[in-house]
């Protein structure tokens, strides 16, 4: 798996911080639980799976086996497995698509969590939810807290949010872990979008003035891991990789890191161009930076910072491919 080229990651940046297996295994030695994993075949659901802590039995559903809206269908499920924890990584996550389809995003992002959060409340089973950088409008100019003004710009934002105020409606006890520019080796995402661009084009324009910060899918699921080991934790939290760029400046770096990996090998411009030069059905916020204070405090992990989590991801992404 990961494991050789997250310890080469390491030894080429000696003052970085990364978990372990090691590391996970005694922080999961305590959590002996039972936790269904939704939305299993996505990103963060993938990575869920790969960072299991020890103790923990993991019992997965993707989609074609539980769609999260189906009130009957989730009911039945959690009677039947009896997890202690479900994990929330399904979503409707097509942000421009869910410009002409709002029924379809509502449907899996404020729907089904309220299903979901009902059904939990009814069981008696803790939820961990995960939410979006894009309920925030991006007109901040310091990092969102969690407790900061929500106003979506677009329909996956509102539905987002719908969502979290249904979780919070019908199960306060829940955790909401906000989130913001998710990528994996795994699924469709910027980084591998980039990485395909880069490898047809000898030149391409990536927005400069929308700023956010970078999540590789493998630390989230380390977040969530740790808030799982947690269950007197609740409420909204944030989590990203740490530190801040733009599109344009996560591209160059995509391309800068890719070619030292043997990943791309030809020369590829890049130029920095205004969003409003590349228009897209869904706006965008300038500037969603997650203030992640109370969750490096709480769940008692530091992120890593964003650059460094790419190097990881590519050195995994090319080991996936090179096997
Ligand atoms: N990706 C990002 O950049 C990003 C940014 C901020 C927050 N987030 C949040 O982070 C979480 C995980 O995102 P991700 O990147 O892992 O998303 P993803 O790769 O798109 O995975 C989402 C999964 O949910 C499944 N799904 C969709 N609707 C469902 C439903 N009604 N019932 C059951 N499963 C359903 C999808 O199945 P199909 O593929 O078959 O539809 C997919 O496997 C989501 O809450 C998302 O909103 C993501």
């Known amino acids: 798996m990961a494991g050789k080229a997250i310890v080469a990651v390491k030894a080429f940046y000696p003052g970085g911080r990364r978990r372990t297996a090691s590391d996970r295994g005694n922080r999961g030695a305590g959590l002996k639980q039972k936790v269904l994993v939704l939305g299993a075949g996505g990103q963060l659901g993938r990575e ?7 103790g923990v039995e993991c019992v997965p559903r993707m989609r074609a086996e539980l769609d999260i809206s189906d009130a009957v269908a989730v009911a039945d499920c959690l009677r039947a497995v009896s997890p202690q924890l479900v994990i929330n990584a399904a979503a409707y996550t097509a942000v421009d698509k869910a410009e002409s389809e709002p ?4 449907r899996g992002n404020a729907e089904g969590p309220g299903v979901l959060a009902a059904a939990c409340s009814e069981q008696g089973i803790r939820l961990i939810h995960i939410s979006t950088d894009f309920v925030f409008d ?16 677009g329909e996956y934002g509102r539905s987002k949010r719908e ?9 306060p006890e829940a955790l909401i872990l906000r989130t913001g520019w998710v990528y994996s080796s795994f699924g469709g995402n910027f980084v591998k979008t980039m990485l395909r661009l880069m490898g047809e084009r ?3 324009g990536v927005v400069t003035d929308q700023v956010g910060t970078p999540t590789w899918a ?3 699921a380390e977040a969530v891991w740790a808030a799982a080991e947690r269950p007197q934790l609740a409420g909204f939290y944030h989590w990203s990789d740490a530190g801040v760029c733009s599109w344009y400046d996560f591209a160059v770096a995509i391309y800068e890191e890719a070619t030292a990996l043997g990943l791309l090998s030809k020369p590829v411009k890049i130029r920095p161009i205004a969003a409003a030069e590349y228009p897209t059905p869904a706006q965008r916020p300038a500037y969603s930076v997650l203030d992640k204070t109370s969750s490096w405090r709480d769940f008692a992990m530091e992120g890593v910072h964003w650059r460094q989590q790419l190097r990881e991801m590519l050195a995994d992404y090319k080991e996936q491919a090179d096997a």
């Open 48 to 54: 869920l799976q790969r960072t299991l802590p020890a």
């Open 103 to 106: 029924a379809e995003a509502h």
């Open 138 to 153: 991006g007109a901040a100019s310091q990092p969102y807290a969690p407790d900061a003004a929500t106003a979506p710009l």
């Open 163 to 171: 969502g979290e105020v249904a979780v919070q409606r019908l199960l």
């Open 202 to 204: 000898g030149e391409l």
């Open 218 to 220: 493998h630390g989230l």
